[in-house]
């Protein structure tokens, strides 16, 4: 059974830092995609980072981008997003989510959400101005 357990969420002030985690059992990270999301309340999950290991390639959302870090433990089989300079628009549900199929472009599949092999449980970021 494939299991991805999340972690990491808080509540923090604008402009702080946070790291989620999300450790992966039953599949090697290294065989994965793997993306965050995040969902705001009454709208769909939306894709904040992708990474494939084996791809050696990332991806982040524009909102993100220069303040979200995604890294991959191998030896952990666990996968980090670093945020930095936290805003009050980033206050979300976040998701980890890995899929087997994905190509390296995983910004071409992450929109594709309900299609996704395997989430994590959601973990609250709230972000006070």
């Known amino acids: 059974e494939v299991q991805l357990v999340v972690s990491g969420g808080d509540s923090v002030q604008a402009g702080g830092s946070l790291r989620l985690s999300c450790t992966i059992s039953g599949l090697s990270v290294d065989d994965l995609t793997i993306a965050w999301y995040r969902e705001f309340p009454g709208k769909d999950p939306e894709g904040v980072a992708c990474t494939g290991k084996i791809y050696d390639h990332t991806w982040y959302f524009d909102s993100v981008k220069g303040r979200a870090t995604i890294s991959v433990d191998s030896a952990k089989n666990t996968v980090y997003l670093q945020m930095n300079s936290l805003k009050s628009e980033d206050t979300a549900l976040y998701y980890c989510?890995?899929?087997?199929?994905?190509?390296?472009?995983?910004?071409?599949?992450?929109?594709?959400?309900?299609?996704?092999?395997?989430w994590g449980q959601g973990t609250q970021v709230t972000v006070s101005s």
């Open positions: 989510a890995a899929d087997r199929y994905w190509g390296r472009a995983c910004q071409s599949s992450i929109g594709d959400y309900k299609k996704v092999d395997y």
